[in-house]
């Protein structure tokens, strides 16, 4: 089989979980924040998601039945869902989770995920409350402060290095013990 260079950089659709109907999700959103396809756990979920918004994260809640058959089908919902409501897009399905934030980075939002994912199916209360307490933890360690500090003290090591470096060389370049006098060796004649 050949594949195509065309075939291979071509970006993939957007492909959304099986019977969900975006402005069916848009419309049960603009209630109170949160969509569930079956009903199931909405006013406990409600509660969670204006939890959220009272900590200053705009959260809307989407929980689909099953699993999808890729999990990124799970982000593709929350990015289409988060072109109309703005803020924090949650999408739990049984084991996975899906987001999308025009405000919190994405490295932030996956960090919450990590200890939302795998509650099971029936349990996306447990996993919203989770994902959000997340989220209203302070900041842990900054990486690019850190990153920064490192190279910094890089730079300075290496700057010091070439500093001592370059005096020992001007030390060695001055003769040592060169005495002074007339030429004459001792030779007779």
């Given at each position: 089989m050949t594949v195509t260079q065309t075939?291979?950089?071509t970006p993939m659709a957007a492909e959304l979980p099986p019977n969900v109907d975006i402005a069916t999700i848009d419309a049960d959103l603009a209630q109170d924040h949160v969509a569930t396809l079956t009903g199931k756990d909405e006013p406990a979920l409600a509660e969670?998601?204006?939890?959220?918004?009272?900590?200053?994260?705009p959260l809307s809640i989407v929980v689909v039945p099953g699993n999808p058959g890729?999990?990124?089908?799970?982000?593709?919902?929350?990015?289409?869902?988060?072109?109309?409501?703005?803020?924090?897009?949650?999408?739990?399905?049984?084991d996975?989770?899906?987001t999308y934030s025009d405000s919190i980075t994405r490295?932030?939002?996956?960090?919450a995920e990590d200890k939302a994912k795998y509650q099971g199916g029936g349990?996306?209360?447990q996993a919203a409350r989770i994902f959000v307490d997340r989220l209203e933890q302070p900041e842990g360690t900054s990486w690019t402060a850190i990153t920064v500090v490192l190279l910094v003290g890089l730079v300075a090591a290496i700057g010091g290095l070439y500093?001592?470096?370059?005096?020992?060389?001007?030390?060695?370049?001055?003769?040592?013990?060169?005495?002074?006098g007339t030429g004459d060796r001792g030779v007779t004649g």
């Open positions: 075939s291979v950089f969670i998601a204006a939890d959220a918004r009272a900590h200053g994260i890729h999990d990124s089908s799970l982000r593709d919902l929350a990015t289409e869902v988060g072109k109309t409501q703005h803020g924090t897009v949650v999408v739990f399905s049984d996975w989770i899906g490295s932030r939002l996956e960090w349990h996306s209360v500093w001592v470096k370059s005096r020992r060389a001007a030390e060695e370049s001055v003769p040592v013990g060169v005495s002074e």
